[in-house]
Nanobody, 115 residues
Framework: VQLQASGGGLVQAGDSLRLSCTAS????????VAWFRQAPGKEREYVAG?????RNPYYADNAKNLVYLQMNSLKPEDTAVYYC????????????????????WGQGTQVTVSS
């Protein structure tokens, strides 16, 4: 599964940004999908998971085979490379917040928030 994240860029503190993630040739709703980010010098960290029932604000569009990460009131500390990740293999005993739960990763999209 090839994931592709997009929508990053340079914004100012307080701005909003919406990232998108799609998969080539695969239906994202068949996978558990999450967003992670990695800031310079820091470990990759969980940002949000996608609930295909629409429960959370980081919503998905099944028809377009896209998942989104809506980020509001951005801060300089939100500066990072943002990745979408997916898996169709549930690894027992591993948290959904743990990156090793996810098998497929996109290339990441850079988000830079200036103060």
């Amino acid at each position: 599964v090839q994931l592709q994240a997009s929508g990053g860029g340079l914004v100012q503190a307080g701005d909003s940004l919406r990232l998108s993630c799609t998969a080539s040739g695969h239906t994202l709703s068949a996978y558990a999908v999450a967003w992670f980010r990695q800031a310079p010098g820091k470990e990759r960290e969980y940002v949000a998971g996608i609930h295909w029932d629409g429960r959370n604000p980081y919503y998905a569009d099944n028809a377009k085979n896209l998942v989104y990460l809506q980020m509001n009131s951005l801060k300089p500390e939100d500066t990072a490379v943002y990745y979408c990740a997916a898996t169709n293999i549930i690894r027992a005993g591993i948290s959904w917040y743990d990156q090793i739960q996810y098998v497929f990763w996109g290339q990441g999209t850079q988000v830079t928030v200036s103060s």
